[in-house]
């Protein structure tokens, strides 16, 4: 079992940025090899934002605005959100999976093994 723990999220005015952090309880391949993060705003579906693998460390982007980073020694894997927008405004969500990644896990969250509880994103126009 793997567990996810985000940290991160609060409010931030129009164009402002925040910088998500994801760190895993364990760092083995049996469990995951990619962790995501997607978001979740009230009354919508879960959608992807970014993911990187964690081997190679390849990422892939639904938001062209944000990066996704790793640090393996600690764990964790960051977003950093520039330029956020009122729509932004959403709980963002990690989750690692162990045979899915890129544009596939982001399109298809229930291909996901794990999941964090979620930091909540609040953008003021």
């Known amino acids: 079992q793997v567990q996810l723990v985000e940290s991160g999220g609060g409010s931030v005015q129009a164009g402002g940025s925040l910088k998500l952090s994801c760190v895993a309880s364990q760092d083995s391949r049996r469990y995951y090899n990619c962790i995501a993060w997607f978001r979740q705003a009230p009354g919508k579906g879960r959608e992807g934002v970014a993911a990187i693998h964690r081997s190679s460390g390849s990422s892939w982007y639904v938001d062209f605005r944000h990066n996704i980073s790793q640090d393996t020694t600690k764990n964790t894997v960051y977003l950093q959100m520039n330029s956020l927008k009122p729509e932004d405004t959403a709980d963002y969500y990690c989750?690692?999976?162990?045979?899915?990644?890129?544009?596939?896990?982001?399109?298809?969250?229930?291909?996901?093994?794990?999941w964090g509880q979620g930091t909540q994103v609040t953008v003021s126009s």
């Open positions: 989750a690692a999976a162990k045979n899915y990644c890129g544009t596939l896990l982001l399109s298809e969250p229930n291909r996901a093994d794990y």
